[in-house]
């Protein structure tokens, strides 16, 4: 087909999406089994070229936690271009009219896990955090964390509980876990256990997902897949859960979304025994920055009026930002002098608690005073960014 036959992007009928799980075999070399598994879920579109599907991509229309609420969102997956269509920019188009699409249904941001991230910043993504596997011998958890009393109770159904949401809406970026997450899981893993760890009487503090794997060296190996702990006791009670695998299992892997970012592993008795592998790390894209902020949770003492400046690559708009009794509005302010300058990525990661400090802000280019930096990231940094779920 001529290239300079026109290029649609439209929603998949039957044929059409037969046609992008055979294109997504053939550009990523094996099968995509989540184009079948999701497609209840997903908003699947097409590009297509003269009839024949070259390109195609999932949207998963799920909330994703900031500041304890969930915001309406889209979760991107299983995108591709077909190889001999390549290096013509299909790949923006195709992802632009999938976002339309998919604003226009409600979302207000998007988030992807794609090793483009280069190319994902020049489309206005954002890499809010970075993102590690954990390795460590089962021995060096059994002998560095204590059980500490915890009932242990083997449950049948993975994570999607009051609790899990409840210990989700702690961190920035977590799903708002839909009804159909425990099954997915479990067809793509299904080896999975699940457990729940609570002190007598108690609701759980601590949830916990494990499988297993082969290794190369050790023969098998134990995976954590979900690793939600409420207090440090109940985080030591898991991880020395885990170590009691030691009589068959040498090492436990926490994949590249387990573990939140606390400093739990240096808790062990032997420096050096943890190793750690920087995978690349999940983006986000702010769809409708007034929304996004409209909707997000807000600390509730805090009192903030500050004008800035968005730049994004369809050119710059001032704003107020203001928040107060724990709600946050972004209210266009043409003409007024900004006190802060942003980028839509600085936006984002900034939205997401990624800015620990005003300093981090500054050297990532953030432009304003450091009081008003100060302010701006104090609004956000009450939750640390981590997205447990991989898709």
Request: charged letters at 20%.
């Amino acid at each position: 087909m001529p290239r300079d036959t026109a290029v649609l992007v439209v929603q998949a009928d039957d044929q059409q999406r037969a046609d992008y799980d055979a294109l997504a075999r053939r550009s990523y070399g094996q099968p995509v089994g989540d184009i079948a598994r999701l497609r209840p879920h997903a908003d699947i579109r097409v590009a297509v070229r003269g009839g024949r599907v070259i390109g195609g991509g999932l949207g998963l229309r799920i909330p994703q936690y900031f500041g304890g609420r969930p915001v309406p969102g889209v979760c991107l997956a299983g995108g591709c271009i077909a190889p001999e269509e390549r290096g013509e920019h299909l790949w923006s188009l195709l992802l632009d009219e999938r976002l339309r699409a998919l604003k226009d249904q409600g979302a207000v941001l998007a988030t992807a896990w794609t090793a483009s991230t280069g190319y994902g910043r020049r489309m206005g993504w954002a890499t809010p955090a970075q993102v590690f596997s954990w390795t460590v011998p089962t021995s060096e958890l059994r002998r560095g964390f204590a059980d500490t009393g915890f009932d242990i109770v083997h449950v049948t159904v993975g994570h999607t509980n009051p609790r899990q949401r409840a210990l989700a809406s702690r961190w920035n970026g977590p799903w708002f876990r839909p009804d159909w997450w425990p099954a997915w899981q479990q067809d793509i893993h299904p080896d999975l256990t699940h457990y729940q760890f609570a002190l007598p009487g108690q609701e759980p503090d601590g949830l916990l997902t494990l499988g297993f794997d082969q290794h190369p060296a050790d023969g098998r190996r134990l995976v954590v897949h979900d690793f939600w702990a409420a207090t440090a006791k109940a985080a030591a009670a898991m991880l020395s859960f885990a170590g009691r695998h030691n009589s068959r299992i040498p090492t436990v892997m926490f994949q590249r979304t387990a573990l939140p970012p606390a400093p739990l592993l240096q808790r062990l008795h032997r420096a050096g025994t943890a190793t750690a592998t920087s995978w690349h790390p999940w983006m986000l894209r702010i769809l409708d920055a007034g929304k996004a902020v409209h909707l997000r949770g807000w600390p509730r003492e805090l009192e903030l009026a500050v004008p800035l400046t968005l730049t994004t690559r369809a050119g710059d708009s001032s704003f107020t930002l203001h928040v107060t009794g724990g709600r946050g509005e972004l209210e266009p302010a043409p003409g007024s002098k900004p006190r802060l300058v942003l980028t839509e990525q600085q936006f984002a990661v900034w939205y997401t608690g990624g800015y620990r400090s005003a300093a981090s802000a500054l050297l990532d280019g953030v432009k304003g005073s450091t009081d008003d930096v100060a302010q701006l990231v104090a609004a956000t940094c009450e939750s640390e960014p981590w997205l447990p779920e991989y898709f």
